[in-house]
T-cell receptor
């Protein structure tokens, strides 16, 4: 099993550009989520999904879009990148959050200039 | 006030020392997670627990639900244990709240 595969590992964007961070898992997990990690702060939830076709906002959703067309994939779209979105992004999956083990991707270090 | 507080923020130890990292939370939880993050690397789940104690190799995690407190212990620490250790609590079925992490450096 590959676990959670997240791409790309590094990305530099210009302000205003758009891009999609890819996340795929092969464990048939219902729950998937995106977090951002900033210096001096804990990971913060951007968006999450409890199954195909179901998504919801987390703590810091502005400027990001998600969709969940399949159980395996949960891409995160930056609509118009801003320097404030410079961060490290993690995708995670689990059978059900809170009470089951969470599996994380390797992270994407995004810089917006 | 943060819902999850970790201490210490930074910890330096000599190889072989016994290490304790603490996590306190202020809300009701369904489970508590201990995670490990190596420099430049991803995040790995070490433990998920909702009561009592769990052990895996040299790592031990305990939780006291009444006191809303958990500890992560590392016995016979080694330089390869150097990493950031993160406590996270499951508040609802959909929400994990993370502590800011404890950076551990183990010197040879």
């Amino acid at each position: 099993n590959a676990g959670v595969t997240q791409t790309p590992k590094f990305q530099v964007l210009k302000t205003g550009q758009s891009m999609t961070l890819q996340c795929a898992q092969d464990m048939n997990h219902e729950y998937m989520s995106w977090y951002r990690q900033d210096p001096g702060m804990g990971l913060r939830l951007i968006h999450y999904s409890v199954g195909a076709g179901i998504t919801d906002q987390g703590e810091v959703p502005n400027g990001y879009n998600v969709s969940r067309s399949t159980t395996e994939d949960f891409p995160l779209r930056l609509l118009s990148a801003a320097p404030s979105q410079t961060s490290v992004y993690f995708c995670a999956s689990s059978y059900w959050t809170g009470a089951t083990e969470a599996f994380f991707g390797q992270g994407t270090r995004l810089t917006v200039v | 006030k943060n819902e999850v507080e970790q201490s210490p923020q930074n910890l330096t130890a000599q190889e072989g020392e016994f290490i304790t990292i603490n996590c306190s939370y202020s809300v009701g939880i369904s489970a508590l997670h201990w995670l490990q993050q190596h420099p430049g690397g991803g995040i790995v789940s070490l433990f998920m627990l909702s009561s009592g104690k769990k052990k895996h190799g040299r790592l031990i995690a305990t939780i006291n639900i009444q006191e809303k407190h958990s500890s992560l212990h590392i016995t016979a620490s080694h330089p390869r244990d150097s990493a950031v250790y993160i406590c996270a609590v499951g508040i609802t079925a959909e929400k994990l709240v993370f502590g800011k992490g404890t950076k551990l450096t183990v010197n040879p």
